[in-house]
């Protein structure tokens, strides 16, 4: 089954305790990003990546770091989490290329973090 | 990526059509029309996208408008799993960088 897979789906931890987000998909997509929802909000893009060792800045990036090693997987590295990073983030992955560049993307289950 | 407008929120009767209506009235020639969905908390589902003509899967129906200003997404046949928020974005896709902007979204209650 084509999917996004993101681990853990809930982590509750304290502050400055570097922790990692792992997501990987199985559909060989060029393109990953990391979004983050809040109340009131909406979704925000972290970071993203266009293709492996190619990764960009989104909207709110800081405090964050990723790396893009291989085609399937995209962690989001928090390196000392701090509160206001408690939030909801979704993985999103999607095929890429000049000719396919109005495809879908599809995201994950989610991964609720509490940082206390 | 163009600003939409949704309602705040619908009601619709199960086995009823659902229609969701978006403006975007500043949408560009090359940007797309995409619809997703988020039920309570999951990530967001991919419903359906077009650019000109009107579309149709096995979701739902996309139809936009011939000045391309509006668009309704048409669920035929509403259940009560399709509760859900519903995001409407206009997005140029790959020339955006893939970004999304998700809006708040029209909140669809199907009740029995």
């Known amino acids: 089954e084509a999917q996004v897979t993101q681990n853990p789906r809930y982590l509750i931890t304290v502050t400055g305790k570097k922790l990692t987000v792992t997501c990987s998909q199985n559909m060989n997509h060029e393109y990953m990003s990391w979004y983050r929802q809040d109340p009131g909000l909406g979704l925000r893009q972290i970071y993203y990546?266009?293709?492996?060792?190619?990764?960009d800045k989104g909207d709110v990036p800081e405090g964050y770091k990723v790396s893009r090693k291989e085609k399937r997987n995209f962690p989001l590295i928090l390196e000392s989490p701090s509160p206001n990073q408690t939030s909801l983030y979704f993985c999103?992955?999607?095929?890429?290329?000049?000719?396919?560049?109005?495809?879908?993307?599809?995201f994950g289950d989610g991964t609720r973090l509490s940082i206390l | 990526d163009a600003k939409t407008t949704q309602p705040t929120s619908m009601d619709c009767a199960e086995g009823r059509a659902a229609n969701l209506p978006c403006n975007h009235s500043t949408i560009s020639g090359n940007e797309y029309v995409y619809w997703y969905r988020q039920i309570h908390s999951q990530g967001p589902q991919y419903i359906i996208h077009g650019l000109k003509n009107n579309e149709t899967n096995e979701m739902a129906s996309l139809i936009i408008t011939e000045d391309r200003k509006s668009s309704t997404l048409i669920l035929p046949h509403a259940t009560l799993r399709d509760t859900a928020v519903y995001y409407c974005i206009a997005s140029l896709g790959g020339t955006s960088y893939g970004k999304l902007t998700f809006g708040q979204g029209t909140i669809l209650t199907v009740h029995p």
């Open positions: 990546s266009m293709n492996v060792e190619v990764t």
């Open positions: 999103a992955s999607k095929r890429q290329g000049l000719a396919l560049s109005n495809q879908p993307q599809h």
